[in-house]
C-alpha cells in the first residue's frame, strides 16, 4: 500500500489569544476511508475543520493534503489541491438559482477560472456536470428557484451539492445533518454516502447513530485533543472514550438498537 | 441536445429586445428633432454606459463605489488630450476611436488604482473608493497642466481628416457615434453577464467566504471586474470629451459619482437593464427638472430616500413584479388601485411641492415680490391662505393616499397568494 496518506496533521495546535484551543492533534486519514469526528461541544471540532481548510493558520503544525503541506495556504489553493467543505451553517449563493450555485462551484474545476470570453451557455461540460449533480442531490425539480426561497433540508442538500461539485477526493462536513428531523436525517445520510464513494470523508456528526452506521473510523476530540482514532467497535470499547466523553450515549445508541 | 432546443424560444426573444434596442437608438433623433433633444439623447447614451459599468460593480460585484467617476473623468480627460494632439498633428488616429483612448486609460487607472480598492469589500471597500476619490480630485486642483484647473481643458472635435463626410460637426453625427457605442458596450457588457467571470462575481457578491471554498480568489475576481467596469467607464468619459468638448474637474468629482450612485439604484440595481432607466432619468433630471425648479435637488434626495425605504429593487424591479403579475393575468384586478395611487399622490405631491417652492422663494428670490407660479396657480408666499391652502391640500392627499395605499396593499397580498398557489398548482401538475 502507498504510505501517503490522504490527509494528515501532525501535531497541529491553535491559539486564540492565550487560549489553546486545539492542543496538538495528530491524525493520519487513509485515502477512501470515511471518519467521523466527534466530541462535546467546544471541544475544537469545527476549529479543526477550519484550520485543515485553510479558514485560519494553524500557530504551529503540519498539515499535509495528499502528501503536500498546505498549513500556510489559502482556502482557494488547498481547495484546487483537491480538498472540498461544507458549513455548519449554511453557507451557499442564496440569489443565485440552484442551477447556478452548482455551476459556479464546477467551474474552478473544469478549468474555466477567470474566463470571460466564453458564454455559460455554451461549456457544455459544466452545465452536464451542473445537471448530473442536481439529480444527485435530488434537487432536479427545483432547478431555477433561487437558493434562498429552497426549504432548510434542500438547503442543505445543496450544501453538500456545492461541496462535491468539484470532485475533490477530501471531503470535509461540518455538521450535515444539524437541524434535521430523525427521518431527514436516515435519508441525508444515505445521500452523503451515495456521493462520496470512493472518496476520503470527514464529517463531524452529533447523532450517534448516525455515526456508527456511516464511519469507518472515528475521531474524538476532547478540549483540542484527539483522544482516540480507531475502528467504531474499538472505540466504543475504549475506556478513556466512555470516562471522557460518550458514556451514556453509547449506551443509548446501543439500546435503541441498530 | 434537449438541452439547446429549450433554450430557442428565448433566443427569439433575445434577437428582438436587441434589435428594438437598435431600432430605438436609430429612430430616437427622427422622433425628438429639437437640438435640446438630441443633446439630450446623446447624453442619455453616454449615462447608459456610465451607470451600467458603474452596475458591474454595485449590482453584480456588491461593490459599493464612491468613487466610480475617477475612471470615467480620467478617461475624458485622457481622450481630450488626445483629441488636442490630433488637431495638433501630433496624434494620427480617427476622432471615431478616441473614445477607445478614453476605455483603455480609465482601464489603465482602474488597474493602477483598482489594485488597492479592490483588495477589501464590504465597508471597506467603500472607504477606500471615497478616499481614492478625494485624492483624484484634489491631485485635479494641483496638477492644471493636465486638468486645466478651473477653466478646465478644450478641444474642437473637427479634427483630423473627415471620414465618409463625417467631421462630427452638427451635433446629430455626435449622436450617432454615441448611439453606436452605446450599442456595443451595452451588448458587451450583457455579454459579460454570461461569462464564467460575470456568475461568479454574483457569486462573490452573494457569499464570497464561499467562493474562496469552491477555488475561486475572491480579490481576483473583483480586480478584473473592476478593470472591466473601468474599462467602460473611460469609454463614457471619452464620449463625454467629444461630445461637451470641454473637460474640467467636476468630472472627477463626488457629485458626479454620487449620481452614478443615486441613478443605478434608483434605476435598479439587481436587474442588468435597471441603470439604463436609471441613466435616462439622470439626463432628465439634471437637463429638464433643473431648468423647472431650483428645488430639484431636494425633490432628487427625496425620491431617492423612498425608493430606498420602500423599493430597494429600484423602478427595474417594480416593473418586474408587476410583470409577474401581468403574467399570470391579475393586472386587471389591481389597476384601479394604482389610478387612485396616483391621483391621490399627484394631490398630495401637489400640495407639498407648492411648499417647498414657497420656501425656495422665500430664500432665493424674495427680492422679485412674493408671488410664486406653481402649476398655473398663483400663490402669495407671505399668504397665510397660501399656506393653509397648500397644507389643506397636502393633508387631504396624504389622507386618501394612506387610505388607498392600504386598500392596493391588501389587494396586492392577494395577488401574490393566488399565484402562488398557482405556481403550486402548475408543479403538482408537472
Same mark, same amino acid.
Given at each position: ?258 | 441536445?434537449? !438541452? ?25 433623433? %427622427? ?37 466610480? !467617476? ?33 476605455? *483603455? ?20 471597500? !467603500?472607504?477606500?473608493? *471615497? ?71 454574483? !457569486? ?76 435616462? %432619468? ?48 391579475? *393586472? ?99
Amino acid at each position: 500500500m502507498s504510505t501517503t496518506y490522504a490527509l494528515e496533521l501532525k501535531d497541529v495546535r491553535k491559539n486564540f489569544g492565550k487560549t489553546e484551543i486545539i492542543r496538538g492533534v495528530n491524525l493520519a486519514v487513509e485515502p477512501g476511508e470515511r471518519v467521523a469526528v466527534i466530541g462535546p461541544n467546544g471541544a475544537g471540532k469545527s476549529t479543526l475543520f477550519n484550520l485543515i481548510s485553510g479558514r485560519f493558520g494553524p500557530t504551529s503544525g503540519d498539515i499535509l493534503l495528499n502528501g503536500q503541506r498546505i498549513q500556510h495556504k489559502t482556502p482557494y489553493e488547498i481547495n484546487r489541491m483537491g480538498l472540498a467543505r461544507s458549513f455548519q451553517i449554511t453557507n451557499i449563493f442564496p440569489k443565485l438559482s440552484v442551477f447556478e450555485n452548482l455551476r459556479c462551484a464546477v467551474l474552478w474545476s473544469l478549468g474555466y477560472k477567470y474566463t470571460f470570453f466564453k458564454f455559460l451557455s455554451g461549456l457544455k461540460d459544466a452545465n452536464e456536470r451542473a445537471d448530473q449533480l442536481l439529480e444527485m442531490i435530488r434537487l432536479d425539480k427545483k432547478r431555477d428557484i433561487l437558493a434562498m426561497n429552497l426549504t432548510y433540508a434542500e438547503q442543505r442538500a445543496l450544501e453538500i451539492g456545492v461541496t462535491i461539485a468539484g470532485g475533490a477526493d477530501v471531503i470535509l462536513l461540518d455538521e450535515p445533518t444539524a437541524g434535521m428531523s430523525k427521518s431527514e436525517t436516515s435519508r441525508f445520510i444515505h445521500l452523503i454516502k451515495e456521493v462520496t464513494v470512493g472518496k476520503t470523508l470527514l464529517t463531524v456528526e452529533h447523532d450517534m447513530g448516525v455515526v456508527f452506521g456511516l464511519a469507518d473510523k472515528i475521531a474524538v476530540v476532547v478540549y483540542g485533543e484527539v483522544i482516540a482514532f480507531d475502528t467504531p467497535e474499538a472505540v466504543r470499547a475504549n475506556a478513556k472514550v466512555q470516562e471522557a466523553y460518550l458514556g451514556s450515549s453509547v449506551a443509548d445508541s446501543q439500546a435503541g438498537g441498530h | 441536445m434537449a !438541452a439547446v432546443y429549450k433554450f430557442k424560444p428565448y433566443n427569439v426573444g433575445r434577437w428582438i429586445i436587441w434589435s428594438a434596442f437598435a431600432g430605438i437608438l436609430l429612430m430616437a433623433p %427622427l422622433v425628438f428633432t429639437s437640438n435640446l433633444s438630441t443633446t439630450m439623447l446623446a447624453q442619455m447614451g453616454i449615462a447608459i454606459i456610465a451607470c451600467l459599468s458603474y452596475n458591474m460593480l454595485l449590482g453584480q460585484g456588491g461593490m459599493l463605489s464612491f468613487g466610480h !467617476a475617477v475612471y470615467t473623468g480620467l478617461g475624458s480627460y485622457m481622450a481630450i488630450h488626445a483629441l488636442n494632439a490630433v488637431s495638433g498633428g501630433k496624434l494620427h488616429i480617427p476622432v471615431s476611436v478616441l473614445p477607445i483612448v478614453g476605455g *483603455l486609460s480609465g482601464m489603465g487607472f482602474a488597474v493602477l488604482l483598482g489594485w488597492v480598492t479592490t483588495r477589501k469589500s464590504g465597508t471597506p471597500f !467603500a472607504m477606500i473608493t *471615497l478616499g481614492v476619490a478625494e485624492l483624484v480630485f484634489a491631485m485635479s486642483l494641483m496638477f492644471s497642466e493636465f486638468f486645466g484647473g478651473e477653466a478646465g481643458v478644450s478641444g474642437n472635435r473637427v479634427a483630423g481628416e473627415a471620414f465618409f463626410g463625417i467631421t462630427y460637426g452638427p451635433q446629430i453625427q455626435v449622436y450617432y457615434l454615441i448611439a453606436a457605442y452605446t450599442f456595443v458596450c451595452v451588448a458587451l457588457m450583457y455579454a459579460f453577464t454570461q461569462t464564467p467571470l460575470g456568475r461568479i462575481l454574483n !457569486a462573490v457578491r452573494d457569499n464570497p467566504e464561499r467562493v474562496e471554498f469552491i477555488g475561486y480568489n475572491t480579490q481576483r475576481v473583483r480586480y478584473i471586474a473592476f478593470i472591466i467596469a473601468g474599462f467602460f467607464a473611460g469609454i463614457a468619459g471619452g464620449l463625454g470629451a467629444l461630445n461637451f468638448e470641454i473637460v474640467t474637474a467636476e468630472v472627477v468629482g463626488a457629485g458626479r459619482s454620487g449620481a452614478y450612485l443615486l441613478f443605478t439604484f434608483l434605476g435598479g440595481a439587481t436587474f442588468f437593464f435597471g441603470p439604463i432607466i436609471g441613466a435616462i %432619468l439622470m439626463i432628465i433630471a439634471f437637463v429638464l427638472l433643473s431648468e423647472l425648479t431650483k428645488a430639484w435637488l431636494l425633490y432628487l434626495g427625496l425620491i431617492f430616500l423612498f425608493m430606498v425605504m420602500y423599493a430597494p429593487g429600484g423602478i427595474a424591479s417594480l416593473i418586474m413584479m408587476n410583470l409577474r403579475v401581468a403574467k399570470f393575468g391579475k *393586472l386587471r384586478q389591481i389597476w384601479t388601485s394604482y389610478l387612485g395611487l396616483g391621483l391621490t399622490a399627484f394631490v398630495m405631491l401637489a400640495g407639498a411641492g407648492a411648499m417647498i417652492e414657497m420656501v425656495y422663494h422665500l430664500q432665493l428670490n424674495s427680492a422679485l415680490g412674493d408671488t410664486v407660479k406653481f402649476m398655473g396657480a398663483t400663490l402669495n408666499a407671505k399668504g397665510l391662505d397660501s399656506w393653509f391652502g397648500c397644507a389643506f391640500v397636502m393633508l387631504t392627499g396624504l389622507g386618501l393616499f394612506e387610505l388607498s395605499r392600504r386598500q392596493y396593499m391588501t389587494e396586492w397580498g392577494e395577488i401574490q397568494t393566488e399565484i402562488e398557489k398557482e405556481i403550486k398548482r402548475r408543479e403538482t401538475a408537472v
